[in-house]
């Protein structure tokens, strides 16, 4: 069976700090990873994807994932945050014999302050 | 979201009653996927399809019921069984083994 974890159901930073959104998962065999982001009644926004290959994957707006195999981690990370950040963020897990079959996140819900 | 068009975009349901939910995609992707949305809970698969005329039940599929008849549509009934269907309703598609893409969701609420 796959799960995901994200620990914190709310991050506060304040604009032009660094944002970092946690992500941890379990599964047998690998993973593929994902983030989302949902902005108030909309769909889910694909931000970024780790299949294979580097540890550090870079994705739309400025965010970037890390993917850490002992720790079994995947955290969302951004450098400087904008207010316009602030929305929903889904952490994704599927495993590679069953790809289609997305387990999700609780979800963090991120509040950029002015 | 383009590419994939839901509709309505807000849906009030009675007691007993069925209701559809419209999923049309243009993007030729193989696989259809519905997810449910409950506050604080992520999102759980009801069903999903990999080829027309073909489905399987996700995590939480009683109450629910779908068709693929077309590759372009994957319409979702919630049906009078469904005994909690206030929900936020998503449907997904991927083609292969890439990125799920989302469209803009339903909202479904119980009268």
């Known amino acids: 069976a796959q799960s995901v974890a994200q620990p914190e159901d709310q991050v506060n930073v304040a604009e032009g700090n660094p944002l970092t959104v946690k992500c941890t998962y379990s599964?047998?065999?690998?993973?593929?990873l994902f983030w989302y982001v949902q902005y108030p009644n909309r769909g889910l926004q694909f931000l970024l994807k780790?299949?294979?290959?580097?540890?550090l994957v870079k994705g739309s707006y400025g965010f970037e994932a890390e993917f850490n195999k002992s720790q079994t981690s995947f955290h969302l990370k951004k450098p400087s945050a904008l207010v316009s950040d602030s929305a929903l963020y889904f952490c994704?897990?599927?495993?590679?014999?069953?790809?289609?079959?997305?387990?999700f996140g609780a979800g963090t819900q991120v509040v950029v302050t002015p | 979201d383009g590419g994939i068009t839901q509709s309505p975009k807000y849906l009030f349901r009675k007691e007993g009653q069925n209701v559809t939910l419209s999923c049309e995609q243009n993007?030729?992707?193989?696989?259809m996927y519905w997810y449910r949305q409950d506050p604080g809970q992520g999102l759980r698969l009801i069903y999903y399809?990999?080829?027309?005329?073909?489905?399987q039940k996700g995590d939480i599929a009683e109450g629910y019921s779908v068709s693929r008849e077309k590759k372009e549509s994957f319409p979702l009934t919630v049906t009078s069984a469904q005994k909690n269907p206030t929900a936020f309703y998503l449907c997904a598609t991927q083609k292969g083994t890439d990125t799920q893409y989302f469209g803009p969701g339903t909202r479904l609420t119980v009268l």
């Open positions: 780790y299949i294979t290959g580097d540890n």
């Open positions: 399809s990999q080829i027309v005329n073909d489905f």
């Open positions: 993007l030729n992707h193989d696989a």
């Open positions: 994704a897990v599927s495993q590679t014999d069953s790809w289609g079959k997305l387990q």
């Open positions: 599964v047998s065999g690998n993973p593929y």
